[in-house]
T-cell receptor, first 114, second 114 residues
Framework: GDSVTQMEGPVTLSEEAFLTINCTYT??????LFWYVQYPGEGLQLLLK?????DKGSNKGFEATYRKETTSFHLEKGSVQVSDSAVYFC?????????????FGTGTRLKVLA | DGGITQSPKYLFRKEGQNVTLSCEQN?????MYWYRQDPGQGLRLIYY???????QKGDIAEGYSVSREKKESFPLTVTSAQKNPTAFYLC?????????????FGDGTRLSIL
């Protein structure tokens, strides 16, 4: 079945450091890919998305490129801020089987130190 | 502003008691979902509904029940059969038939046992 694998956290960085959170997926069809962010005590917010190979999603300085050849969708940001501290979830949606399901990774906690 | 409203934010359950979590959306979305999130864990799907008056079990449906009598509402009942109900519950919705569209999430309900 479909699955999403994220790098284990927590990830601890100093302010202004470069961020990469790895995400790889397996899917039977041609999924859409998403990154969500969750702040403490809140629900998930969509951060960015990509719907086909080589698409780049971007938002608030975060970027991720849909790489079909490596089945990856790594999240990057050039300079993190303390306010970026949160849990980040990689997810896919795949309607190939006729039922639209969303599959989430286990989440990666990011802590940014001032 | 359109969105998803979950209530209450905090809920306490006594032994042998059923409790109902509310989820309302004004996004005109066809599909709605309930997830459970345990500390440090990812999201696990409890139930989902693609259309009014129809719903399907997710991965961990035992001890839970739902109804979908109106498009905008998808309440979740945690029954006394759910022996470990303490968790953060998230409701989500999506357009439904288009897999490249993301889910939108509410702010969650935290359920605890008294």
């Amino acid at each position: 079945g479909d699955s999403v694998t994220q790098m284990e956290g927590p990830v601890t960085l100093s302010e202004e450091a470069f961020l990469t959170i790895n995400c790889t997926y397996t899917a039977t069809g041609y999924p859409s890919l998403f990154w969500y962010v969750q702040y403490p005590g809140e629900g998930l917010q969509l951060l960015l998305k990509a719907t086909k190979a080589d698409d780049k999603g971007s938002n608030k300085g975060f970027e991720a490129t849909y790489r079909k050849e490596t089945t990856s969708f790594h999240l990057e940001k050039g300079s993190v801020q303390v306010s970026d501290s949160a849990v980040y979830f990689c997810a896919l949606s795949d309607g190939t089987s006729g039922t639209y399901k969303y599959i989430f990774g286990t989440g990666t906690r990011l802590k940014v130190l001032a | 502003d359109g969105g998803i409203t979950q209530s209450p934010k905090y809920l306490f359950r006594k032994e042998g008691q059923n409790v109902t979590l509310s989820c309302e959306q004004n996004l005109n979305h066809d599909a709605m979902y309930w997830y459970r999130q345990d500390p440090g864990q990812g999201l696990r799907l409890i139930y989902y509904s693609q259309i009014v008056n129809d719903f399907q079990k997710g991965d961990i449906a035992e001890g839970y029940s739902v109804s979908r009598e109106k498009k905008e509402s998808f309440p979740l009942t945690v029954t006394s059969a759910q022996k470990n109900p303490t968790a953060f519950y998230l409701c989500a919705s999506s357009i439904g038939q288009i897999s490249n569209q993301p889910q939108h999430f509410g702010d969650g309900t935290r359920l605890s046992i008294l």
